[in-house]
């Protein structure tokens, strides 16, 4: 028997739709899955931190992530919380769609409009 757990990873069985989220100010995509056999049909599950929290804390300024915010909504006054989530915090999505061309085709760019973070 074989087990696949895809932790960190999306089923990418052939024309399968999945989301592969960028950050919380880049773009999200619907991609079709390919059904690679060499990934047991998976793909990543989004863009990949390129820092930890802790690091985002420290190196990501306010004003930074509030400037790459500019076009969509979210509560300013909670800035200084959401900097471990900025978009210089994760890959950039499209770098994550070309490594993984031959696991999924993008269908459709969802750019984000709100950001509600519990």
């Not at 919380?24 to 059904?35: D, E, F, H, I």
Request: aromatic share 4%.
């Amino acid at each position: 028997m074989l087990l696949v757990h895809r932790k960190g990873a999306i089923r990418a069985t052939r024309e399968t739709l999945a989301l592969i989220p960028g950050s919380m100010g880049t773009a999200s995509y619907l991609v079709r899955g390919l059904g690679h056999p060499a990934s047991f049909e998976s793909a990543s599950h989004g863009a990949g931190r390129v820092m930890t929290r802790r690091e985002a804390r420290t190196r990501v300024p306010r004003a930074k992530l509030v400037r790459h915010l500019r076009h969509v909504v979210f509560d300013v006054d909670r800035a200084e919380s959401l900097v471990e989530e900025a978009p210089s915090v994760y890959r950039p999505i499209r770098e994550v769609l070309e490594d993984e061309a031959d696991l999924v085709e993008p269908v459709l760019r969802l750019e984000p409009l709100v950001v509600l973070k519990g």
